[in-house]
């Protein structure tokens, strides 16, 4: 059997070590490139979770500013509606007690600053004396509100039915109470329209209603304040 040169031998072998120490090298190089590759990856993904973190913790301190804003802005509102309240608040009187007659109780009324309703009503008084008030004497009451005073039609008197006058002038009106067997009485209260100075704007009792013969009908003349 040939053996080989020894010279041979140590060539084959060298060749070997160099092709295994290339190898290792190539791998070495690709493991580097991975190992850069995954911590470029990491710190991109690090910075971009921490930009995350903090656009949020952004938006919750700019949500929480709202409800700050609402507390604060709230007292205002209720004071300016407490104001408003206060301003619209109606007058009030003390509504006098009146009794007697008639007439003496509308300038009563009248002198406290409130209208009057006039209804006559079945009683043994004499016809034209007050009987009953709503609301009572000592009430306290908005100057705005009605004072209602129920007079004596006395007995055994017949009713005649109250003729119109609102929109007629003084002398027309006392002209229709007169014929229909009625007496006038004539009191003024304020108007914003020009075209009713002078004029009956309100009466009582109302048109139609019933009141015994030669008892009284209470007008309301129109007085422009301008």
Same mark, same amino acid.
């Given at each position: =059997?040939? =053996?080989?040169? *020894?010279?041979? /031998? #140590? !060539?084959?072998?060298g060749g070997g070590m160099l092709? %295994?120490?290339?190898?290792? &090298?190539?791998?070495?190089?690709?493991l580097a490139v991975l190992v850069v590759t995954r911590h470029n990856t990491g710190n991109a993904r690090a910075t971009a979770t921490v930009f995350i973190t903090r656009a949020a913790a952004t938006t919750h301190a700019e949500t929480h500013s709202s409800p700050t804003t609402a507390v604060t802005t709230a007292p205002a509102a209720t004071a300016q509606t407490t104001t408003e $309240? $206060?301003?619209? %608040?109606?007058a009030r009187a003390r509504v006098p007690?009146? @009794?007697? !007659?008639? $007439? #003496?109780?509308l300038q009563a009324v009248r002198n406290a600053g409130f209208s009057a309703t006039v209804h006559y009503v079945p009683s043994d008084q004499p016809r034209g004396t007050v009987v009953a008030q709503s609301p009572g004497g000592g009430t306290s009451a908005p100057t705005s509100s009605q004072v209602t005073i129920n007079v004596s039609s006395g007995e055994g008197t017949a009713g005649v039915a109250v003729p119109n006058t609102v929109g007629l002038t003084i002398p027309q009106a006392v002209s229709v109470v007169q014929s229909a067997g009625l007496h006038l009485v004539m009191l003024r209260r304020t108007?914003? !329209?020009? @075209? *009713? &100075?002078?004029?009956?704007? #309100? /009466?009582?009792? &109302?048109a139609g209603q019933q009141a015994p013969k030669n008892s009284r009908v209470v007008v309301y003349m129109g007085a422009f304040t301008g």
């Open positions: =059997m040939e =053996m080989p040169l *020894e010279g041979e /031998q #140590a !060539d084959g072998v092709l %295994t120490i290339g190898v290792l &090298a190539i791998a070495a190089a690709v $309240q $206060q301003t619209t %608040t109606e007690s009146v @009794s007697g !007659d008639l $007439q #003496a109780a108007v914003a !329209d020009h @075209s *009713e &100075a002078g004029k009956v704007v #309100a /009466q009582t009792p &109302a």
